[in-house]
């Protein structure tokens, strides 16, 4: 691997490094400063809506920006100063405003980190994606275990440990090529011919779907692990071993793209999702989870690697930083609020445990719908779903 690669892949590392304190111990830290399930809840999912109002802004940005990486640097900076604020107060309120601010940031910098990471890529047509994105799940791992250990006496550290992350992203993103922006209506024109590209639409919505589900598992997760038993120090391995088990698919994605139809790929991912949650709903032992925690590496990545690598396929180069945008105001947007914000007022009816029986039901519900539209589609000769 080059140099400049080199930078791609420690820029991915940090940057997951980061992800790992704030998505995995912001629900701690917001059940230990005794919020109940249904704020969380609301804390969880008001971001997130914040975010996709900001995900078309910048990804319009970055398309028409003299370079994305100027783009880049401004959610890394913005992110990185808007974390510090959150231990002024521990009120519901200022909370709520905090949690929108800095996901007004933090949740473009994946699709556009993605989208530069891909154009550079087309220059080195013998590094896959997998291998670049391989440094996140690394970092994330890396990361999930040091704090699991910090958290449990020190959980308010996450704060200047978040903001530290991205000042070292901010260095490494000076290493990167300029990625030009392209003079374009983003949002408009060609680019809403995606909606009219049936393959497109399958692989969104069943993505949506089962997205649903993993911002239920985000959101509620580490509050459930701890209320079976679990303390900061084994969440932080149970993510490990989520994170690690990422490392085939990245490993060999480019060998299944060309072997296997995304379609069918999206619908073992969904089938994954199923199992996981339907195990987690069954176990009230902190330990039997670890090993489902291995199901992870066939649902988040393949779904993220897929989506961006598909988008990078199909879209054309002056809408790709929306494409990707796109898919994040979808998947980390949209999904995640119906995820967590109706995951909170369920869990607070029903418990969490009962959520995860119907995360399952919602995610074996869509492996059946989706895969006898598939089955139709195959046996009328269409090619909208044939193998790419």
């Given amino acids: 691997m080059s140099t400049r690669l080199a930078a791609f892949f420690l820029f991915y590392a940090v940057i997951y ?71 002024l107060s521990n009120t519901f309120m200022f909370l709520l405003l905090m949690i929108c601010v800095f996901t007004f940031f933090q949740t473009s910098i994946f699709a556009l980190s993605d989208a530069i990471t891909l154009e550079e890529l087309d220059r080195h047509p013998k590094v896959s994606f997998g291998w670049i994105r391989l440094g996140g799940t690394i970092g994330f791992a890396i990361m999930s275990l040091v704090f699991g250990h910090i958290a449990k006496d020190h959980i308010g550290s996450m704060f200047p440990v978040y903001a530290g992350a991205m000042a070292v992203a901010l260095l490494l993103l000076w290493q990167f090529p300029p990625a030009a922006g392209r003079q374009a209506n ?56 989520s994170s690690l088990s990422e490392l085939p698919f990245l490993l060999f994605s480019g060998w299944i793209f060309k072997r296997v139809s995304m379609s069918v790929i999206l ?47 199909e ?19 949209a999904a995640r609020i119906i995820g967590s914000f109706l995951g909170g007022i369920l869990s607070a009816s029903y ?31 269409a090619e909208a779903f044939s193998a790419e």
């Fill in 186 to 241: 983003a949002m408009g024109g060609k680019f809403r011919e995606l909606f009219t590209n049936k393959k497109f639409m399958f692989y969104m919505s069943l993505n949506f779907i089962v997205q649903i589900t993993l911002g239920y598992y985000y959101a509620f997760f580490p509050i459930y692990f701890k209320e079976v038993g679990g303390d900061s120090s084994l969440l932080g391995w149970s993510m490990v071993i």
């Fill in 351 to 381: 418990g969490m445990r009962q959520v995860f029986l119907y995360s399952s039901w919602v995610s074996m519900g869509s492996v059946v719908l989706f895969g006898l539209l598939l089955i139709w589609q195959r046996k009328r000769g």
């Fill in 17 to 87: 490094m980061g992800n790992a304190v704030y998505g995995t111990f912001l629900p701690v830290y917001l059940s230990h400063e005794q919020f109940s399930q249904e704020q969380i809840g609301v804390m969880l999912s008001l971001g997130p809506l914040v975010a996709m109002i900001g995900q078309p802004i910048w990804g319009a940005f970055g398309d028409k920006a003299r370079t994305k990486n100027m783009v880049l640097m401004a959610l890394l900076i913005g992110s990185g100063a808007s974390i510090l604020f959150f231990p």
């Fill in 267 to 313: 619908l073992v991912a969904a089938f994954a999702s199923a199992v996981r949650w339907f195990l987690f709903s069954q176990f009230e032992n902190p330990y039997w989870m670890l090993p489902v925690q291995v199901l992870h590496g066939v649902i988040f990545i393949v779904l993220a690697v897929t989506l961006a690598t598909f988008i990078n396929r």
């Fill in 315 to 333: 879209v054309p180069p002056a809408w790709k930083a929306s494409g990707q945008t796109l898919n994040g105001l979808l998947s980390l947007g």
